[in-house]
């Protein structure tokens, strides 16, 4: 790799990491190809990306940006899983790794705050945006249905006293 190519690779990796919500760090311990394909598939239909970079040029790209505090979990074969979602990328790097046990989930960040290996995956136990954003319409149509039920109950128990004074009457 000359020089201009590792350039390219810092300016590519510290463009990815200014629109991350999350970065976790992973580490290979002897993955296969199919394996490794397999979780790329997974990370990126999560929404998320995952690039493995050598430690020194991505030690470059985080200097100065709100992850620099990863540089001391750059050691080893590291990958970077990224996502604008905060939940995303730790979500499908965590359900990867409870399948096979050569990846390792080292740590990672959300903006600043630094996470463990345990902060990920509670990070990941977390619902995902869109998980969240049905949640809220679910809550703010609710009170709509319960005001139709709540608004429909007097006519019918005005419906069943009628009903129930005309029988008597018929009796």
Do not use: C
Not at 22 to 31: A, C, K, P, Q, S
Not at 50 to 74: C, E, H, P, W
Not at 118 to 137: C, M
């Amino acid at each position: 790799m000359d020089r201009t190519e590792k350039k390219n690779a810092v300016s590519a990796l510290g463009e990815t990491l200014a629109k991350a919500g999350v970065v976790v760090v992973t580490r290979n311990l002897g993955m296969t190809v199919d394996q490794s394909t397999e979780l790329r598939s997974q990370v990126r239909e999560a929404g998320a990306q995952f690039k493995v970079s050598k430690n020194s040029l991505a030690r470059i790209a985080i200097d100065g940006t709100d992850y620099a505090g990863l540089a001391d979990l750059l050691t080893g074969p590291v990958a970077l899983a990224t996502s604008e979602d905060p939940v995303a990328a730790a979500k499908a790097t965590v359900e990867f790794a409870k399948k096979n046990d050569r990846l390792e989930i080292v740590g990672g960040a959300m903006g600043s705050k630094m996470l463990d290996a345990d902060g990920i995956k509670a990070l990941a136990a977390l619902p995902s945006l869109d998980e969240l954003r049905a949640k809220l319409v679910g809550l703010m149509q609710a009170p709509a249905t319960k005001l139709a039920q709540i608004s429909a109950a007097p006519a019918g128990q005005l419906a069943r006293v009628f009903g129930a004074y005309a029988a008597k009457d018929a009796a």
